[in-house]
């Protein structure tokens, strides 16, 4: 049986001074760092619209603030009383100016404009990026000192007991709606709990005014934004309502994230004033009232009442974001979601596709632009696999005989809806019905048939031009990617973050952090690589089971559990020789490649929830012995912990490549980074 046999180093040069014994300590400050990382992704993004199509960018500011609090961790010679300065700095900052959006036009892969209210783009991103840095930094460096204090195999086992624990907090304040008030006053706790326990009166006061002031003008600033009526909080967004009264008609505009986002209006008002929505019943089956309709995207019902009053016999309503059926329900003028003829659905609309064997007369995607990426992807939106040509294809299967499909939306470009429409023709064998609204905004409604019988068109789709992109797929679900490179503005952003990451770790280090780094190359890119398999991970699971929140916290959870398993075994057994581990992970990395995740969506969904798990986490537990093994012998523990948080950090930035080769084609960047690292072991290690 093996242990931990790296022995206790001596104590830090710099004791942090606190009754909790250094394992509790440990947990804490593990728990705080997680679940300040995750509070801050959710915060910015709902007040600075740009994090919503950049949440990323928080993340990888977060790994850069982690490393090098860390690295930082053995030479401070006192608490990290900059970190909850700035974070009441940056929480004070950002509700001053907000970063709001006006809706027009089009830009890259998000589907929004940056014609923006507040600080631009070159102003804001910076900063956020910076100051979520610095705040990271401060929970690190005290994660760091209880390294120095313990072997190395136990810190970081009680790290991933403490991150699991800030997961689930999260997760389980995202379940009940908590409003971000809630996150503050953990945080505060957490802070005041790790930082101000001192042995002298003095220092203890001292301490408490340093870290309270601030956290108290955090507070302050959440309190008040939880308690405005209109402000609501979803586990996607921040929701705000407003109601007004247009041409003596009641409307509620819903907002998220600082984007107007869809208005409850009544259904006999809406197909007046834009017929359009009238559409695909008017194309499909001939007009005919349809028995069965779904909707996916039916938000706070409009849609599903434009259905009712064109005859619906039953309507399945299938909405992602439970806050804003909640607000259908209780405040649309028509009260769809009350009517015996609907059954709602919180779900994906792809998982909801992939789970039912109803056939449905019409199959509705209902303007579902989300406005927001999946949590740990760089470019995932929520609705990126509703339109694939593979997702086409499953709703074609569940069409009833004489059925049709349809989508309409604000598409903004010609050439997005040309490759809407020719990725319809792809999937169903027939070209569809496509009709334009003449405005700057390019509203369209494309419809197409079971067969082309099961249409009627009031005029012929010219077909896709020279232009038009080629349909999205599964692997490459960019709909909102015009070009098939990655775009400039995400190059010069990630070339920005390694220069600050670079010039960072520097000066946090004194000269001497690339010294003390350099013998750790390997572990660097092992967190590289583990940071595209995460990204793989969750992606692949978005796709299996859907991209609801749900289904985000089980996946990043899992992946702990299985790091943490990985650090038990490597702990309790002994483990086969790194070469063999080696072996074994690039023998999982083959079988993720061998079966993508298209290939189990045809399984039973017990039977692919059963092998999706083997699949995914059989190179995530193989890379992590082979860490925990690397990491036992190292003779500087905060030093190479830094080296591999930091090459997180690099993946993050790689992550992007999948705009260009997609997100399988994340696995064969993660192998390379992996025999890199292989290649970089140390012989004496090679050997074990």
């Not at 840095?133 to 460096?141: F, K, N, Q, R, S």
């Not at 209109?230 to 505009?253: A, M």
């Not at 329900?329 to 994906?348: A, F, G, K, L, N």
């Not at 997702?391 to 040309?418: C, Q, V």
């Amino acid at each position: 049986m093996a242990v931990d046999s790296s022995t206790p180093p001596l104590a830090a040069a710099n004791p942090w001074q606190n009754p909790l014994g250094v394992r509790t300590r440990l947990v804490a400050a593990s728990a705080l760092m997680l679940f300040l990382e995750l509070a801050l992704i959710r915060w910015t993004g709902s007040n600075v619209v740009h994090l919503s199509y950049f949440s990323n960018f928080v993340l990888l500011g977060s790994f850069l603030g982690i490393g090098i609090g860390i690295l930082r961790s053995g030479r401070a010679k006192r608490l990290p009383y900059y970190s909850p300065v700035m974070l009441g700095l940056l929480v004070a900052v950002i509700a001053w100016k907000p970063v709001t959006v006006n809706r027009s036009g089009d830009n890259v892969i998000y589907f929004t404009s940056l014609d923006t209210s507040g600080p631009p783009t070159w102003v804001i991103l910076p900063i956020v990026f910076i100051a979520a840095a610095i705040v990271l930094a401060g929970p690190a460096e005290l994660v760091g000192r209880c390294f120095a204090e313990l072997p190395r195999l136990t810190a970081y086992r009680f790290d991933l007991i403490g991150s699991l624990a800030g997961i689930v907090t999260f997760t389980l304040l995202s379940f009940l709606g908590a409003p971000p008030v809630w996150w503050g006053l953990l945080v505060t706790l957490g802070f005041l709990v790790l930082m101000v326990p001192q042995p002298r009166v003095t220092a203890a006061v001292l301490t408490g005014a340093l870290v309270l002031t601030p956290l108290a003008v955090m507070v302050g600033v959440l309190f008040h934004e939880s308690t405005r009526p209109e402000n609501s909080w979803s586990p996607y967004y921040k929701v705000q309502t407003s109601s007004f009264e247009w041409q003596n008609t009641p409307l509620l505009t819903i907002t998220v994230n600082g984007v107007p986002h869809q208005q409850a209006i009544p259904a006999e008002k809406r197909l007046q004033w834009e017929p359009q929505y009238g559409l695909p019943y008017q194309r499909a089956v001939a007009g005919k009232a349809p028995k069965n309709v779904l909707i996916i995207g039916a938000g706070s019902g409009t849609d599903v009442a434009v259905a009712l009053r064109n005859g619906a016999e039953h309507v399945d309503a299938v909405e992602i974001d439970p806050r804003i059926r909640d607000i259908g329900r209780e405040r649309h003028p028509d009260h769809p979601y009350q009517d015996p003829r609907v059954t709602s659905h919180i779900d994906d609309g792809r998982a909801f596709l992939s789970r039912t064997d109803k056939k449905y007369d019409l199959i509705l995607l209902a303007l579902p632009d989300s406005l927001t990426l999946v949590n740990g992807a760089s470019s995932l939106r929520l609705e990126s696999y509703l339109f694939t040509e593979q997702a086409f294809k499953s709703a074609r299967e569940h069409l009833a005989p004489g059925g049709a499909f349809a989508m309409y939306n604000y598409y903004r470009e010609t050439w997005l809806i040309d490759r809407l429409a020719s990725t319809a023709q792809k999937a169903f064998g027939h070209v569809p019905c496509v009709d334009k609204v003449g405005d700057d905004l390019q509203q369209a409604v494309v419809t197409v048939g079971l067969t082309e019988a099961d249409q009627s068109c009031a005029t012929a789709w010219a077909g896709p031009t020279a232009i038009t992109p080629p349909p999205a797929t599964d692997n490459r679900p960019f709909l909102y990617l015009f070009t098939d490179r990655i775009p400039s503005l995400y190059l010069i952003t990630l070339g920005l973050i390694l220069v600050a990451g670079v010039i960072g770790v520097g000066i946090a280090g004194g000269g001497s952090s690339y010294r003390r780094m350099r013998p750790y190359a390997d572990l660097f890119l092992l967190g590289a690589g583990f940071m595209l398999l995460e990204t793989k991970s969750i992606t692949g699971f978005a796709l299996l089971f859907g991209t609801t929140w749900v289904v985000n916290a089980i996946v990043f959870a899992g992946v702990l559990v299985a790091v943490l398993a990985a650090v038990e075994v490597t702990r309790r057994f002994k483990t086969p020789p790194l070469k063999t581990m080696y072996v074994v992970l690039f023998g999982g990395l083959l079988l993720s490649w061998v079966f993508p995740d298209g290939w189990l969506l045809s399984m039973p969904i017990g039977l692919r929830a059963l092998v999706a798990v083997l699949i995914a986490f059989l190179p995530i537990f193989a890379a992590n012995v082979i860490f925990a093994k690397r990491f036992t012998d190292t003779a500087d523990g905060t030093a190479s912990f830094g080296a591999n948080l930091l090459g997180a950090m690099l993946g993050g930035c790689l992550e992007y490549a999948a705009l260009l080769i997609g997100f399988d084609g994340l696995l064969i960047v993660a192998a390379l980074l992996y025999a890199g690292a292989f290649l970089l072991r140390p012989k004496q290690v090679a050997v074990r």
